[in-house]
């Protein structure tokens, strides 16, 4: 069965990365040129998602407006003449009806992991490892905590954020008590629906940036401007003068 629906959950408040997310969703940081939620939403593009759901709160009313029209903004490039400005915002416009703001058959679920260093697992989901699957890439996952305390944490695979879950998450999510930080955690509902369904572990084998960090979204940056032949060779003269310092 195709998979067409994605969720993000986009309401948290950014806490690591204040003070720029006081008055600013940290999905709407940006990594180079465009922000964090539009690379979310390009690779939910990539793996086939055509609706988009996003579970928002209190001051995020900003990521609604990205990916809605501003009149005045296409009215002024128009009449500049400036068509690739234009074109850039075409591409990132979702279709009528696409994004929404407020299945499988086997009854089992898929989690994308990735390995962190042992002294960083208390700022990650954290699972354990089962069986191995014969592909060496997944295996069955032996437990779930939130954020464990340092020290007691199953394994040093890291839950990324990256779920095939089954509808019924839904149900346990309706009554699901908060947890780690005061905050309703998809992780500990995970963990109940794991009572009932399997749960697989599938290695994630790309980079990833932890932007709810300000190491990391630095990181991200870099390496994102790397990636960009018209910035690259300004950007590794300029980082080049401050690791002479």
Excluded: W
Excluded at 134 to 154: C, I, N, R, S, Y
Excluded at 188 to 206: C, K, P, R
Excluded at 209 to 224: E, M, P, Q, V
């Amino acid at each position: 069965m195709k998979i067409r629906k994605a969720v993000f959950p986009v309401a948290g408040l950014g806490t690591r990365v204040l003070p720029a997310t006081k008055a600013m969703p940290k999905e709407m940081l940006t990594i180079v040129d465009k922000p964090l939620i539009q690379y979310v939403v390009d690779e939910a593009k990539e793996a086939g998602i055509e609706h988009f759901i996003f579970v928002t709160g209190r001051n995020k009313g900003v990521i609604e407006d990205h990916f809605d029209r501003m009149f005045e903004l296409d009215a002024t490039l128009a009449a500049r003449g400036k068509k690739a400005e234009q074109q850039i915002l075409a591409r990132d416009q979702p279709e009528a009806g696409a994004m929404s703001f407020t299945r499988q058959h086997d009854k089992s679920n898929l989690i994308a992991v990735e390995e962190v260093p042992a002294h960083l697992t208390h700022q990650y989901g954290i699972c354990g490892v089962g069986q191995r699957h014969p592909t060496g890439a997944m295996f069955a996952v032996d437990g779930m905590v939130e954020k464990p305390p340092k020290g007691t944490a199953p394994s040093n695979f890291s839950i990324t954020g990256r779920y095939i879950l089954q509808p019924e998450i839904f149900k346990i999510l309706e009554t699901q008590e908060r947890g780690s930080g005061g905050e309703i955690q998809l992780t500990d509902a995970m963990i109940g629906l794991a009572e009932t369904q399997d749960f697989y572990g599938v290695e994630f084998a790309g980079e990833r940036h932890d932007c709810g960090s300000k190491a990391g979204f630095l990181r991200a940056n870099i390496a994102f401007g790397m990636a960009r032949a018209d910035l690259r060779d300004g950007l590794r003269a300029e980082m080049q003068k401050y690791l002479a310092k």
